[in-house]
Structure formats: structure tokens, C-alpha cells
């Protein structure tokens, strides 16, 4: 698995710098593609359930599973997020990073950077012997009180030899609640957060979910495994392990 989170990692640190007004969201998922097929690995997410691309590339209003389209362009000021899952010698590794095309209003800033810090919130409850719900708790509590909403129709989950397994790790709940984080489990932890209210809704492609009230979302994950000593992120790239944030 810290094999695959590798490879998620590079997807990011390979399309960063190409995030600019006017390439398409197809351009983006081609270059995640190949980056994955070239490291030997395969993308689970094409396919599933009939998604017809490797990863999920969703701009603004957008929250998740936007389908990667040449008619969609990004533009100065967006932020667009790019939902990675590799599969590497049958284990699979999931993260999202959104990034800002450009420079964006200072709201906007703050948004993104709201969702990245809960999910550190979140995993500050990461250790043997606390629950899912410590988790959920401390990253609803974090989005809500900087004057957010969480999304409740998607959660993370558990993550292993298939990209979903068990436990589902919402991103609101109650402290003490849910499934106990055991050494050696691994759990995608995914805030998707929405500037406005809490509702959202799935276009007719059966897939784009979008905010109800059109207003900015934003999703923030890593993959993370528990240690004896608290929690491992594989999804890391090398520069965020230097800032660690
Ligand atoms: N990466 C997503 C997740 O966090 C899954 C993508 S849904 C798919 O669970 F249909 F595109 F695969
Ligand atoms: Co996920």
C-alpha cells in the first residue's frame, strides 16, 4: 500500500504544476492516468460501476466524481480537485488534493485551506483504541465552527486490497462511536466540505455531485494506516512531508 500511495503521490506533484487556465479536466485525468499505467499500476476507479475514467477531476460547485470532460476548461480563480486511486501489485492507495488555478480571492484560500486542516484535525484522533467517530467528530467540528458544511451523503472508508472496504468514515458523527481503529488498519479519511449548506446533488450522468445551492465545495484525503505509535499517511508527496501540512 505505501507502494500505491507513492504512486498517488507523483500523480499530484506530476499535474501540479500543469494546473492553469485552459486545460481541461480530460487533459488533467489523461496525465494521472499515465502516470499510474507507467508506475505498473491500474486505476480502480475505471469501470466502477460503469465510471468511464481513472480518476475523478471536479472543478468549483463541484464536490465529487466529476467526470473528466475536453468541453471543461479551467479558469483563473477556480480550484479543482483530483481524486486519485491506484491499484499497485493488488493494493490500493486514494487521495484528493484541490488545487487553485491561478490566484483566487482570499475566500476562496480560506475554503481550501479549511478542508486540508480538518482533515489533520480528523486524524489527530488517529491511534489504537479510539473510534471512527472521534475522527468524524473532530473534522465536523473543525469545518462547521470555521463556518462550513460537511457533505453527509459521502464518507471516507476502509481501503486495502479494494479501493472501498469497511469501516465508512464519515465526516460527522459523535466521539466514542463507531468502529475501533485497530493497528494495521488502513482508512481513507476524505473531508468534503461546502462553503454554503450541507446539501448536494447528483447531475443526470448518475455521478457529478454537486452543491445544491451552487456555491464552492471542496475535498481534502489521504490514505493513513494505524501504527503502534499513532498513524502512518502514505499519500504524502515529498514536499508536503516537508511542511507536514
Ligand atoms: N476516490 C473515490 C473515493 O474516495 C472513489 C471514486 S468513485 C469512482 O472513494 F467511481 F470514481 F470510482
Ligand atoms: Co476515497
Redesign the pocket.
Known amino acids: 500500500m505505501r507502494e500505491a500511495g507513492k504512486v498517488v503521490a507523483r500523480v499530484f506533484e506530476t499535474v501540479e504544476p500543469l494546473i492553469k487556465p485552459g486545460i481541461s479536466t480530460y487533459e488533467i485525468n489523461e496525465i494521472a492516468e499515465k502516470v499510474i499505467y507507467d508506475a505498473g499500476g491500474t486505476c480502480?476507479?475505471?469501470g466502477?460501476?460503469g465510471?468511464p475514467?481513472g480518476?475523478?477531476v471536479s472543478v468549483n460547485e463541484t464536490l465529487?466524481?466529476g467526470i473528466p470532460s475536453k468541453k471543461i476548461k479551467l479558469k483563473e480563480g477556480d480550484i479543482v480537485s483530483l481524486?486519485?486511486?491506484a491499484n499497485l501489485k493488488g493494493y490500493c492507495a486514494?487521495a484528493?488534493r484541490t488545487f487553485i488555478v491561478g490566484t483566487c480571492k482570499e475566500s476562496v484560500r480560506r475554503l481550501v485551506n479549511v478542508c486540508r486542516e480538518s482533515f489533520f484535525e480528523g486524524i489527530k484522533q488517529a491511534k489504537a483504541g479510539n473510534r471512527v467517530g472521534d475522527i468524524s467528530a473532530a473534522i465536523q467540528h473543525y469545518v462547521e465552527s470555521s463556518g462550513y458544511s460537511v457533505a453527509r451523503d459521502?464518507t471516507?472508508?476502509g481501503i486495502g486490497k479494494s479501493?472501498?472496504e469497511d469501516p465508512s468514515v464519515p465526516n460527522y458523527g459523535v466521539p466514542g462511536t463507531g468502529a475501533m481503529l485497530q493497528v494495521g488498519m488502513a482508512i481513507?479519511v476524505?473531508p468534503m466540505i461546502l462553503e454554503g449548506k450541507k446539501d448536494t446533488r447528483i447531475l443526470g450522468d448518475g455521478?457529478t455531485v454537486k452543491s445544491k445551492d451552487g456555491k464552492l465545495t471542496c475535498h481534502y484525503?489521504n490514505t493513513i494506516v494505524i501504527t503502534e505509535d499513532g498513524y502512518e499517511i502514505i499519500t504524502l508527496t515529498e514536499g508536503e512531508k516537508n511542511i507536514n501540512v
Do not use: L, N, R, S
Open positions: 480502480p476507479c475505471k466502477y460501476y465510471y475514467a480518476t475523478c465529487i466524481h481524486d486519485v486511486v486514494d484528493t459521502f471516507g472508508h479501493m472501498h481513507a476524505e455521478w484525503e
